[in-house]
């Protein structure tokens, strides 16, 4: 199915007791589509809804049903997302979880600013119903082109965090590194290469821009398997991030990495209270004195949303 039926939320948006998403148009082609056990006219049932929840399906008309789940925002998106794979689509202008939007980009940017993990996020997504009416589209089509293209995919990162993996040998600080930066103790730390077994994953607020950061094993020749496997997820984390800190002590260079990566690098020089590196490195830190650290976020922030990207004036795709 199909355009024969579409739903709208019924309930505001929000965490709640109970959502009703209504679904108007050929209710046994939606049954028979989504896998919901059919109910009969003017009857209701407790129902399963895709595996995400359970709850009340009514039928109040022959054309009408009403799915009743519980209202946390992300059993109803995860419903009406199955619901748009079903091929139930959203009904038109106005479907919204965002009652007191005026518009389907007022919804949108409500939406976004819900989900935003980055402060930075709030007064950009703010201004662009206005930015979005000053470009002649107060009400833009969903697959309207984006007025700021270029930097559309950087901001986004403002909305979903962008993954940052710190990776380099054995023993040189990454671990003191991740502490500095997030200002509190998340991560083991030791004089012993392999304190880092499994790598530590935390949300960091780095200059503005709140990203998933993976602090990893150190890379070394290890006859321990598992540590061999730590080594292994480490790479692979290494090969999805959108960003990594190739982190090495300022008195011996950092490994190349092998194969090269497509993401950005940042070679990162470690522990300088030591000494001046030998080689080029784009941040210089000593953790446990702050030296660095906020220079080392703000540069992190402004590789993966350069600042031309925050301060660009015109209207910006989120959605
Ligand atoms: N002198 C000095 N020592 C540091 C500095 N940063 C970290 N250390 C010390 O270096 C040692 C290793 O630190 P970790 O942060 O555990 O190093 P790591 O790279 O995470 O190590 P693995 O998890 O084994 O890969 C510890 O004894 C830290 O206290 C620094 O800036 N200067
Ligand atoms: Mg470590």
Redesign the pocket.
């Known amino acids: 199915m199909t355009a024969r039926a579409c739903w709208s939320l019924r309930t505001p948006g929000g965490p709640g007791a109970i959502a009703i998403i209504e679904i108007e148009g050929d209710a046994e082609a939606f049954f028979a589509s989504t896998g919901i056990a059919r109910v009969a006219v003017g009857r209701f049932g407790l129902r399963d809804f895709f595996g995400i929840d359970r709850g009340v399906a009514a039928r109040p008309g022959e054309r009408t049903v009403q799915l009743m789940p519980h209202a946390g925002t992300r059993v109803v998106r995860a419903i009406c997302d199955a619901l748009a794979s079903a091929g139930v689509r959203e009904r038109d202008g106005g479907v919204s979880m965002y009652p007191e939007a005026a518009t389907a980009l007022e919804a949108r940017m409500l939406d976004a600013l819900a989900r935003a993990a980055s402060p930075l996020a709030i007064d950009l997504l703010a201004d662009q119903p206005r930015r979005w009416a000053e470009a002649g589209l107060a009400d833009p089509p969903e697959d309207a082109p984006a007025p700021d293209a270029a930097h559309s995919g950087a901001l986004s990162r403002l909305i979903t965090p962008p993954l940052v993996a710190?990776i380099?040998?054995?023993?040189?600080?990454?671990?003191?590194?991740?502490?500095?930066l997030a200002g509190r103790s998340v991560?083991?730390?030791?004089?012993?290469?392999?304190?880092?077994?499994d790598h530590v994953g935390v949300l960091l607020d780095l200059a503005g821009l709140v990203v998933r950061y993976a602090?990893?094993?150190?890379?070394?020749e290890s006859d321990n398997r598992a540590e061999r496997e730590a080594v292994e997820i480490a790479l692979a984390i290494v090969r999805s991030a959108d960003l990594v800190l190739l982190?090495g002590d300022?008195g011996a260079p950092p490994p190349p990495l092998d194969p090269p990566l497509s993401a950005g690098v940042i070679r990162v020089a470690?522990?300088?209270?030591?000494g001046r590196p030998a080689w080029p490195a784009d941040a210089e830190?000593?953790?446990?004195?702050g030296?660095g650290v906020h220079a080392l976020a703000a540069l992190v922030r402004e590789r993966l949303v350069p600042r031309s990207a925050i301060d660009d004036p015109r209207a910006w795709k989120f959605w």
């Open positions: 710190a380099g040998p054995a023993n040189v600080g990454k671990s003191t590194l991740l502490n500095a991560a083991l730390v030791a004089d012993e290469p392999g304190t880092t077994r602090d990893c094993p150190g890379l070394r982190c300022a470690l522990r300088t209270d030591r830190v000593c953790a446990p004195r030296e």
